[in-house]
């Protein structure tokens, strides 16, 4: 089975009640919101990662206020003819706030629009996992940055 890891950095950028926002897609095209971010390039530090991510989904400059936590997912899929993959996901997330900048949609990238979403909002949106594992850190601010699963 080939295994792939995937380093990346999210921001939760939180303001007056609402979270930004970047739409992008699942691989069936459903749209669908998550936290700016994305992936690391060989030899950039998350920190900055996640700076230059923000910028590039939002048009916003991020300064980032705190780690909240990192957190690991990990799918295996199964392939048509055997094999398939073991993919690990490995996320960094941050606290940030918008230090300058203007709203603007990414341009040539992994989303479309980016936008501000009133927090009790966001349980009726359309989203990635991810959104909800970020708030949870950004609310609840465990001390080790991991959280403890439900159930």
Known sequence: ??????????????????????????????????LPGGGMDHGEDPFDT????V???????A?????LGVDSVR???TGRLGG?????ALRVLYEARVAGGELRPEVGGSTDLAAWHPLDAVP???RVGLVDTGLRLWRERPAAGRLVQNG
């Open 75 to 77: 799918r295996r899929r």
């Open 50 to 53: 996640v700076v230059r991510e």
């Open 1 to 34: 089975m080939k295994q792939r890891l995937r380093v990346a950095a999210y921001a939760v950028c939180v303001r007056d009640g609402q979270v930004l926002l970047a739409r992008g897609f699942a691989d069936d095209g459903t749209a669908e919101w998550t």
């Open 55 to 61: 910028e590039e989904e939002t048009g916003y400059l």
């Open 84 to 88: 398939g993959s073991d993919f690990q």
């Open 124 to 126: 009726s949106l359309v």
């Open 63 to 67: 300064e980032v206020t705190a780690l």
